[in-house]
């Protein structure tokens, strides 16, 4: 999956960045105002905004060992898709499973928006809800 494209030189970063949950190289490729839409019924998913809370994600997903496999890239101007297998090695019950992502970016070259598709949603949903307890009441509603 090498390219001269930097689209997918970008994404490639981010995948490295991943593996060793280096949050500020993963920061490096994403703008500020980005949006990360999360498929499910689950206390992870929904549309997380601005770096930081993408960030937060992603160290959840670290306290449960998640790891990307890169299987497909490709870009046009404005996208790229990804497909990678996806798997949990900590936690009560396992996923692993298939993601497309589909990545855009903004005219300084940052991704600014990722969509999230899970090849086993209900898989991906089940794990969560066994393994991150919501927040309290008020808490949770602050």
Do not use: C
Not at 4 to 12: G, L, M
Not at 100 to 111: D, T
Not at 114 to 142: E, F, K
């Amino acid at each position: 999956m090498t390219s001269s494209d930097p689209k997918i030189e970008t994404i490639n970063k981010f995948f490295a960045a991943y593996a060793n949950y280096d949050l500020e190289a993963m920061r490096a490729v994403l703008a500020e105002d980005i949006e990360w839409t999360i498929p499910g019924h689950h206390p992870l998913s929904g549309t997380k905004r601005g770096v930081e809370e993408v960030a937060a994600f992603f160290t959840q997903l670290g306290k449960a060992g998640f790891q990307a496999e890169p299987l497909f890239l490709e870009a046009n101007a404005e996208y790229v898709v990804d497909i990678h297998r996806g798997w949990s090695t900590e936690g009560v019950g396992k996923v692993d499973t298939l993601w497309a992502l589909v990545w855009h970016f903004n005219a300084e070259g940052k991704v600014d928006r990722v969509h999230n598709l899970s090849g086993d949603q209900h898989q991906m949903d089940t794990y969560v809800w066994n393994n991150y307890a919501l927040a309290p009441i008020p808490d949770r509603l602050a």
